[in-house]
């Protein structure tokens, strides 16, 4: 990649008020996309609050899903949404955690870097907060880095962040931009928005130092040049950078909607960088014109054990969204708990599906209600794809009802199976710590030529990520080959098992890995535009 000058990187830091979940994350990739597309080279990091390292040991209850990075970090679903915006990698330098800054100065305090000296909060904890942020901006390859801060102004875990961004605004002055991502309430009772909240939220930033340059306001409703002059008076900032967020249809109108509002016009001006080119969002309103615009709808079933929580399964609904798109198909995703799926309402439950996903996850709950829909999926011709875990179920499945080895399952499950087909893998036996020790991050994978994946991926050397503990059984491969589940993806480092596809069936494949991560908006994820046209296929002969 081309190196950029470091004394130039600019830095824009995304803070929220009033509440949180307001979309942080969409707004930083759609700024960060509208400043690509005027030929900048831009990346987004996410400041975390809570004081686990990583979300790797995390309930997706909690926090939605754990998005794994090229480089194997665990990280939060908004660097997901970075990625499927920007068409860039990221990596462990985009997500910081206060887990990870003050274990980063314990151990230094430990082996003596500070001695004599008492670590405190500031200046310790908020240099190396300041640390890294510069990180990236300190690898030659960006213009400008956005950085978003989780939660919202006022709490306690916060703090610290907000310091150190009133510290870099002081230090790099107008390098550095804040944008302050608010609510717009709109109340039924009087008909009209109101702004105190707002006032509120930007008063607490006010307390901590920092003065927002510009205003992003969440709103159900248009918002009057009266409350966008309202707000400015009373925040402290110019009219034209109070900035509408309305509710849209889908996140992918977000960018669009703030190229309408000039929010990337706003930030260069407060960066004082020069505009460039104007933005070229073709090949994004042609993927909009499609998504809105289908020419036929498909249902996928999508069964987990999280269905209660989507952002348990974001990356997989986006690569479908995608996939759809690619294919001119609206992927209609009926969500199936598969705790609630036995022998008995399989059929009246996924009736009605042209394709069935099993997705990811981890622990026994669930389980048989997976068995149950792969072996629906299998024996029906329905088109499949099991993930991780969901590849893991297909082999099960198949090895109970189709090879006769009752009883088999994961040693996951099940560690006194009489038939481990699943089982752990050589080098996380001895592992106790959780933490970040499962097999992490983008591993090598050699396909089949004659192979369904081999015409998916239209080559033979893939790299896709990784995030588990357990794998196929290599001793029982003979048994699977000759019966007609054919591992088709092998990895060339150690003959790990990657994908498994049935050879008497339309569309069955099983893949260790999580294609899902991969998946963007300009590069819709192979596997998933096959698997949403197979299903399409299927939907035809029904």
């Known amino acids: 990649m081309e190196q950029k000058s470091t004394t130039a990187v600019k830095y824009i830091f995304v803070t929220g008020g009033v509440t949180s979940s307001l979309g942080k994350g969409i707004i930083s990739a759609s700024l960060a996309k509208l400043l690509q597309a005027r030929g900048y080279s831009v990346t987004i990091q996410k400041l975390d609050p809570y004081i686990n390292v990583d979300p790797g040991t995390l309930n997706p209850y909690e926090h939605g899903e754990c998005f794994v990075t090229n480089d194997g970090a665990e990280t939060d679903l908004d660097l997901g949404h970075y990625e499927r915006f920007l068409n860039v990698p990221t990596s462990q330098s985009n997500n910081v955690t206060t887990g990870s800054i003050y274990q980063t100065v314990i151990n230094k305090e430990r082996e003596g870097a500070y001695l004599g000296k008492t670590v405190q909060v500031i200046p310790h904890i908020t240099d190396e907060i300041k640390r890294r942020v510069k990180l990236l901006g300190e690898t030659g390859q960006f213009d400008i880095v956005i950085t978003e801060i989780g939660g919202t102004v006022g709490d306690i875990e916060s703090l610290p962040y907000i310091e150190a961004v009133r510290q870099m605004k002081w230090e790099l002055g107008s390098s550095c931009a804040v944008i302050h991502l608010t609510l717009l309430p709109y109340l039924n009772v009087t008909g009209e928005l109101k702004t105190k909240p707002t006032q509120h939220s930007v008063k607490t930033l006010l307390e901590y130092g920092i003065q927002p340059d510009i205003l992003v306001c969440r709103s159900e409703k248009p918002i009057s040049m009266e409350i966008r002059r309202k707000l400015a008076l009373f925040c402290n900032v110019n009219v034209n950078a109070v900035i509408e967020s309305i509710d849209a249809t889908t996140i992918y109108d977000v960018p669009l909607l703030m190229l309408k509002e000039q929010l990337d016009k706003v930030v260069l001006n407060k960066l004082k960088l020069p505009g460039k080119q104007e933005p070229d969002m073709?090949?994004?309103?042609?993927?909009?014109?499609?998504?809105?615009?289908?020419?036929?709808?498909?249902?996928?079933?999508?069964?987990?054990?999280?269905?209660?929580?989507?952002?348990?399964?974001?990356?997989?609904?986006?690569?479908?969204?995608?996939?759809?798109?690619?294919?001119?198909?609206?992927?209609?995703?009926?969500?199936?708990?598969?705790?609630?799926?036995?022998?008995?309402?399989?059929?009246?439950?996924?009736?009605?599906?042209?394709?069935?996903?099993?997705?990811?996850g981890f622990g026994d709950r669930g389980i048989e209600g997976k068995i149950e829909a792969i072996k629906y999926a299998r024996e029906n011709k329905i088109p499949f794809l099991g993930i991780c875990l969901g590849m893991q179920c297909a082999v099960i499945e198949y090895s109970r009802n189709v090879l006769g080895l009752t009883g088999a399952h994961s040693t996951e499950m099940n560690p006194k199976t009489k038939y481990p087909v699943i089982d752990i893998m050589e080098n996380q036996k001895k592992i106790t710590r959780k933490g970040g020790t499962m097999r992490l991050g983008e591993y090598a994978c050699t396909l089949q030529k004659n192979s369904k994946s081999f015409q998916a991926y239209g080559k033979q050397k893939i790299a896709e990520r990784h995030r588990h503990r357990f794998e196929f059984n290599n001793k029982f491969l003979k048994k699977f080959e000759e019966s007609g589940m054919i591992p088709v993806g092998i990895n060339p480092d150690n003959n790990l098992v990657e994908i498994v596809e049935l050879k008497n069936h339309p569309w069955f494949i099983g893949v260790q890995f999580h294609p899902e991560y991969k998946s963007t908006v300009e590069n819709p994820h192979p596997l998933f535009v096959k698997f949403v046209k197979a299903a399409g296929e299927y939907s035809k002969q029904k």
């Open 282 to 360: 073709e090949n994004w309103k042609a993927f909009l014109g499609k998504l809105k615009n289908p020419t036929s709808e498909i249902k996928i079933g999508l069964v987990g054990k999280y269905i209660e929580l989507k952002d348990a399964y974001k990356s997989i609904n986006e690569a479908l969204i995608h996939a759809g798109v690619s294919n001119e198909t609206s992927v209609n995703v009926r969500w199936i708990h598969s705790e609630k799926l036995d022998k008995e309402n399989v059929e009246a439950k996924l009736e009605g599906l042209h394709g069935i996903l099993v997705a990811p």
